[in-house]
């Protein structure tokens, strides 16, 4: 009996994998291999498998789906973690020679052996040393400066990009956004009448809503041109102009009279280990003597600090986190009194699928604004992401910290 294509297919996967492929395949000649009843891998051109024969690994496969010649039929999210859940067990490992040389005799009688495919357009293509100013705003603009009008489709109004904070899991994710910068606000004591300094600054998020709920007097950076043209536009609009500043600088470059509170949330991600201790003495350097500090990011294990190899080829490029215990240390490093620490885990599972839920409603408004390879980056980052968090592979903190008083 001639073995299918999608059979000799399922060969090929598992002596990449070196496991059986944990999800359904079909071929692109519609013939069907492994398990149909659950997440199914529909391998739509051949180039898809040249792709991971080229890298048999994460970044093959990514390159695969965004290019539109992978794809995933049923629930995304559950296919991702039925591969990871052979990886934990220690199934998935370097491909052994004699694997791929007869993965190899397979591609070919399969008709996709061939040079390497070219990534797809969307992949990241950065320069230069690490975490200089000059990569530093490329791999921000990478991100950042996709589309405001896109940011707008998938965020909730106060167009907060981070972790929100749900005192019930029924909220909405406006509602816990709202919760979330409510919670910064009071952690760090704001007050009519006070400066706060927001490094990484965003949409905006932070300094509208400390200006409008709590009185004070907000100063946001950020190296993102787009961003701040959408911040300068929106504060005009909400009628807090008065009050609010936003500025194109990058956290280096930030200098000036101390504020009485300053926050950064979820942009020391992106500064670097070898650049952390001088963010660390930055927030210290821009804070009043008994002022707080409120940091939000997330982190990682110790032997996997970057994102991995899709989310730094096609999201956040150059991205580094580590343990919290290594964040906190270098606070106190730079003079900081770390005064709580706050979970904030499982928030980010219900944020991130409460965005993929408003990604999918919204598909082909999303494709229109910035294609269907970048859309599909999206749909791949926000699944795998949920998952991340969910399975507590990452984690994301608020540290409220304290700048000590000058002792007479």
Known sequence: MAVSTAGRLATVVERVLGASPPVGLRAWDGSTAGPQDGPVAVVRD?????????????????????????????????????????????????????????????????????????????????????????????????????????YQLVLDPSMA?????????????????????????????????????????????????????????????????????????????????????VRLQDYREVSGEPFDAVSSIEMGEHVGEENYPEYARVLHRMLKPGGHLLLQQMSRGANAPGGGAFIESYVAPDMHMRPLSRTLAHLEGAGFEIRGVQALREHYVWTVRAWARTLEEHWDEAVRLVGEGQARVWRLYLAGGALTFEEGRMGVDQVLARRPEVLA
């Not at 991971?52 to 995304?76: F, H, I, M, S, T």
């Not at 991702?80 to 491909?95: E, N, Q």
């Not at 040389?101 to 996709?112: E, K, P, Q, S």
């Not at 004070?216 to 609009?237: C, D, L, M, P």
Request: hydrophobic share 45%.
């Open 46 to 150: 051949r180039r898809a498998l040249r792709r991971l024969l080229w890298n048999p690994d994460e970044l093959g496969l990514a390159r695969a789906y965004v290019a539109g010649e992978l794809d995933v039929e049923g629930d995304l999210t559950e296919g991702l973690a039925r591969f990871w859940a052979l990886a934990r067990r220690g199934a998935v490992g370097k491909p052994k020679p004699a694997d791929l040389v007869a993965a190899f005799r397979a591609a070919v009688r399969l008709g996709v052996v061939g040079p390497r495919p070219a990534p797809p357009g969307e992949e990241a293509r950065l320069s230069g040393r690490r975490h200089t100013r000059a990569r530093d705003r490329s791999a921000i603009a990478h991100h950042y400066d996709l589309s405001n009008a896109f």
């Open 161 to 245: 990009y981070s972790c929100a904070y749900f005192s019930s899991p029924d909220m909405t994710v406006a509602q816990a956004q709202h919760a979330k910068l409510d919670l910064v606000c009071r952690k760090l004591g704001l007050r009519p009448g006070m400066r706060l300094l927001d490094v990484g600054c965003g949409w905006g998020s932070m300094v509208v809503h400390a200006a409008k709920h709590f009185g004070v007097r907000a100063t946001g950076v950020t190296i993102s041109a787009q961003q701040k043209a959408f911040v300068e536009s929106r504060i005009a609009a909400e009628g807090v102009a008065d009050l609010v500043t």
